[in-house]
């Protein structure tokens, strides 16, 4: 597979180093496929879904068309709301960094007239708005869009949606005739296709689908763990499944540095693979993976990107993905050939929610297993309580599930709760805990 690189686009000089301060290691997908059209003039349509970097989609092409040296607005973003026109503000901010001389104005309702109109009045090139608070400025004089090259229209499903149809239709009215104008949406109703045969010139389509999710033939599981518990569940999962060769990712370079030091000074014959090493660097490491030199590799997702290699029995996720789409493409890389593999993701309380939408997002049921245990083991008390082996069964715990993805969102994990609370339930006095009423101990 070919990875797209930043390199590849040929971005100016000033939005390389803003992208390498913003740490993007590689463009996304909507990223590659939308900033050689945008920048070729044609209008846009993109369609991807939240999270996959639309700002910077349209950003980089948009910033690098600005005249710093015109005081005139250049450039007009639309956003549905103030949020998302103050968050793509900040953004295109960081992009527009290292370029000098390039203002970049957020105009939403709700902030005060006095403060645009002075920040107006001081030249601004790139205007962030809502569309409410944009037309009062077209009426008072102080936006005059009669030089606009650009227009973006973010979220458009979400602004058609919200009922700006004729806000927009009003605003695009008053700039040139010969603007680009790019629409990204997360959805593409018919409405948006009405509009865009209206206010767009022959629009490129560039829509982002996902590849096919399944993976099959690979044994998935989590475990609820603490950060600082981690390693040693990692190193207890290589015990006990003793994997001939393992792909550990890790979400940053960082921590693929620390983890593969970690494991070497535990006797592991482990060695990273990131995109912080040359690639003669990457090649040697490779190469011994490959001869299992190194059983244990410790990758990025970028750096393991170019990854096939036969016979990796295991991958674990060190850190969650952030992205459901790399949880796939981690996971795909055991049980190749026909071959079974497994996958072993450790979840700590803040990626509860990642761990839902990774299964949702793939359709996937993750087994969550009890982390191995260590340490003095727990006296064992025979079976599960009758009490609350009903409990569970009548299924009314509603209420108490909550509360407790709470605490685990808090960075508990379940195993630990479930514990201390069996802990507290045992030494409370005779009777305390003879009633389904938990009430009467609160527990916050
Ligand atoms: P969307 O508009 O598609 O919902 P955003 O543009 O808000 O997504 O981007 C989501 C997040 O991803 C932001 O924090 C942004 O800084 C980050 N991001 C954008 N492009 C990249 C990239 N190439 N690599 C890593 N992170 C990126
Ligand atoms: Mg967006």
Not at 104 to 115: A, F
Not at 217 to 226: A, D, K, L, M, T
Not at 306 to 332: K, L
């Amino acid at each position: 597979m070919k990875t797209a690189s930043f390199t590849d686009l040929a971005l100016s000089h000033e939005l390389q180093r803003a992208i390498a301060d913003l740490g993007f290691e590689e463009p996304t997908p909507i990223q590659s496929l939308t900033i050689p059209v945008i920048r070729s003039g044609k209008d846009v349509i993109g369609h991807a879904h939240t999270g996959t970097g639309k700002t910077a989609a349209y950003g980089i092409p948009l910033l690098e068309g600005i005249d710093p040296h015109k005081r005139t607005i250049q450039a007009l973003v639309l956003c549905p709301t103030r949020e998302l026109a103050i968050q793509v503000s900040e953004e295109l901010t960081k992009l527009a960094k290292h370029r000098r001389g390039i203002t970049i104005l957020p105009v939403y309702g709700g902030q005060s007239m006095d403060r645009q109109l002075s920040a107006l009045a001081r030249g601004v090139q790139v205007v962030i708005a809502t569309p409410g608070r944009l037309l009062d400025h077209i009426r008072r004089r102080s936006i005059s869009l009669d030089e606009v090259k650009y227009v973006v229209l973010d979220e458009g499903d979400v602004m058609l949606d919200m009922g700006f149809i004729e806000d927009i239709e009003a605003i695009l009215a008053r700039t040139p005739r010969g603007r680009q104008t790019v629409l990204f949406s997360a959805t593409v109703p018919d409405t948006i296709h009405d509009l865009s045969r209206r206010y767009m010139r022959d629009p490129k389509i560039i829509r982002v689908v996902h590849e096919r999710l399944t993976v099959p033939g690979v044994e998935q599981r989590y475990y609820q763990v603490n950060e600082q518990e981690k390693l040693d569940v990692l190193a207890d999962l290589l015990e006990e499944f003793d994997p001939k060769l393992s792909l550990i990712f890790c979400n940053t370079k960082r921590r693929t540095d620390a983890l593969a030091r970690r494991l070497r000074a535990r006797g592991y014959p482990a060695d990273k693979l990131n995109g912080d090493m040359t690639q003669g660097q990457r090649e040697r490491v490779m190469a011994k993976f490959r001869r299992g030199e190194i059983g244990v590799l410790v990758a990025t997702d970028v750096a393991a990107r170019g990854i096939d290699v036969e016979g990796i029995d295991a991958v674990f996720n060190y850190d969650v993905p952030n992205d459901p789409e790399y949880y796939v493409h981690r996971i795909g890389r055991t049980a190749r050939a026909g071959k079974g593999g497994r996958s072993f993701t450790l979840v700590t309380g803040m990626d509860a929610g990642k761990i839902r939408d990774i299964q949702r997002y793939a359709k996937i049921t993750i087994g969550e297993q009890a982390a191995p245990v260590r340490g003095p083991a727990p006296v064992v008390t025979g079976t599960l309580p009758d009490e609350i082996r009903t409990l569970i069964e009548k299924g009314d715990l509603g209420p108490y599930r909550s509360r407790i993805q709470r605490w685990i969102e808090e960075g508990h994990t379940s195993l630990d709760i479930a514990a201390a609370l069996l802990a507290v339930t045992e030494s409370a006095p005779e009777g305390e805990m003879g009633t389904a009423s938990p009430s009467r101990r609160r527990i916050h």
